[in-house]
């Protein structure tokens, strides 16, 4: 059983930037896809972004790409979310999660453990 805690939230201005972390326990955390995903209010949840479990290959959305940086230390057991330049519409609740399959990365669907979430407001 993997445990993940979510960290780093909270308000910003448009244009600012957060780090969020992920801090995993209870199991061998270097064998795991990491994925970031948000839900916003009345939508669906939404794929931000993955990496494998070396580190050596990271995906992301379209939408993320050149603001958003994943990143993972498996000394630490933690996996990182860089965001910059955020928008207003980046507001949303921001939930890591841990998959041990390599298929479907950018579904919500199938991942093995869930964070709690971290909410993000991003002001205009």
């Known amino acids: 059983q993997v445990q993940l805690v979510e960290s780093g939230g909270g308000l910003v201005q448009a244009g600012g930037f957060l780090r969020l972390s992920c801090a995993a326990s209870?199991?061998?955390?270097?064998?795991?896809?990491m994925g970031w995903f948000r839900q916003a209010p009345g939508k669906e949840r939404e794929f931000v972004a993955v990496i494998m479990p070396s580190g050596g290959s990271t995906y992301y959305a379209n939408s993320m790409k050149g603001r958003f940086t994943i990143s993972r230390d498996n000394a630490k057991n933690t996996v990182y979310l860089q965001m910059n330049n955020l928008k207003p519409e980046d507001t949303a609740v921001y939930y890591c999660?841990?998959?041990?399959?390599?298929?479907?990365?950018?579904?919500?669907?199938?991942?093995?453990?869930w964070g709690q979430g971290t909410q993000v407001t991003v002001s205009s």
């Open positions: 999660a841990a998959k041990a399959s390599s298929w479907y990365l950018s579904r919500s669907t199938g991942y093995d453990y």
């Open positions: 209870g199991g061998t955390f270097r064998n795991y896809h």
